[in-house]
């Protein structure tokens, strides 16, 4: 929490301008993929917004400090499960409409819950459980149109598309609890500084394998995915200084109303009434298991008081 004490407004706003900002990045991610390969994509994403989070970190005058770390080797793992990460999620964007493929991102908070119960050995509920398994069957029904190969036929690309987004969502949960044990002794800035420094660094060492030059615009769409990331980066970071996780949570689900509405204009998508509903089973799921664990929050900090 800031010094100046809670403020869950600001919270609030910064938790929609991140929402909206990763989402915006999004669509030029989607954009950029139909010019240029997927790797080279990312390398854009990850360098401009490493120049972002340098810059406004350096204006805030945290740097060098906010660099400074005593656990390279753990940035190091949390970088590549970042790359691997990324790397899925933007193939996903290439491949599906938009909106699909932000609701099959929505699959990450139940793979968390499964690895923290099985690796954290974190108490999960029965409630919380039976949360998960509606949010997942939701996730089946969004993806069930496009598991072509069940059917006999050749992966399609939205097949592709949708084995990277629920791959995607799987390694960024992976890399939630990384983070999760590397945030106890090192700042979060710090954490997104080193991934972006090493997702850059990775992705530029694929320039042999068919990097192209991008026209003027495309380059300029590059440009604006990475200062989108770096800054909805930090207005993420900053959200949790002035509200809870539990007040900011359900706004992340703002990205679908985004998602609709840029893929219809920018990209013609009109939203599959299956993928309306599966998403729509996927939020619901999200937001009890959120109003759950607020509730036992709340209760174990009233036991406490």
């Known amino acids: 929490m ?3 004490g809670a403020n869950p407004r600001l919270g609030i706003l910064l938790k929609v301008g991140s929402v909206l900002g990763f ?4 669509a030029c991610v989607k954009a950029g993929a139909s010019v240029v390969p997927i790797t080279e994509v990312c390398f854009f994403r990850s ?13 805030q005058g945290e740097m060098p400090r906010a660099i400074y770390t005593r656990n390279p080797w753990g940035h190091f793992w ?13 193939a996903a964007i290439a491949y599906l409409p938009l909106p699909d493929a932000i609701a099959l991102g929505y699959a990450m908070p139940f793979f968390l819950t499964i690895l923290a119960a099985l690796l954290l050995r974190e108490a999960v509920r029965v409630f919380r ?29 939205e097949a592709i598309g949708a084995f990277c987004a629920v791959a995607g969502a799987m390694v960024v949960a992976i890399g939630s609890v990384v983070t999760s044990r590397l945030i106890v002794a090192e700042r979060t800035t710090t954490v997104v500084f080193y991934f972006s420094l090493i997702a850059s660094i990775g992705f530029l060492a694929t320039i042999p394998f068919g990097w192209r030059m991008p026209d003027p615009a495309t380059f300029a769409i590059l440009v604006l995915s990475g200062v989108l990331g770096g800054v909805s980066q930090l207005m993420l970071t900053q959200c949790y200084r002035y509200a809870d996780t539990s007040t ?4 992340e689900y703002a990205s679908m109303l985004f998602g609709i509405a840029l893929g219809y204009f920018l990209f013609s998508e009109v939203p599959t009434l299956t993928m309306l509903i599966g998403a729509s089973i996927v939020i619901a799921a999200g937001l009890i298991v959120i109003w759950r664990e607020q509730v ?10």
């Open 2 to 4: 800031s010094p100046g």
């Open 23 to 26: 989402t915006l990045m999004s």
């Open 78 to 90: 949390r970088g590549l499960l970042g790359l691997a990460a990324m790397g899925l999620n933007f």
């Open 296 to 305: 036992h929050a709340t209760r174990r900090t009233g036991r406490q008081a």
């Open 129 to 157: 459980w039976t949360g998960v398994l509606i949010g997942l069957v939701g996730v089946l029904v969004i993806l069930w149109p496009r598991l072509t190969f069940f059917k006999g036929e050749a992966a399609s690309g």
């Open 248 to 251: 900011v949570a359900p706004f």
């Open 47 to 59: 360098f401009f917004a490493l120049l972002t989070i340098i810059a406004i970190l350096a204006w």
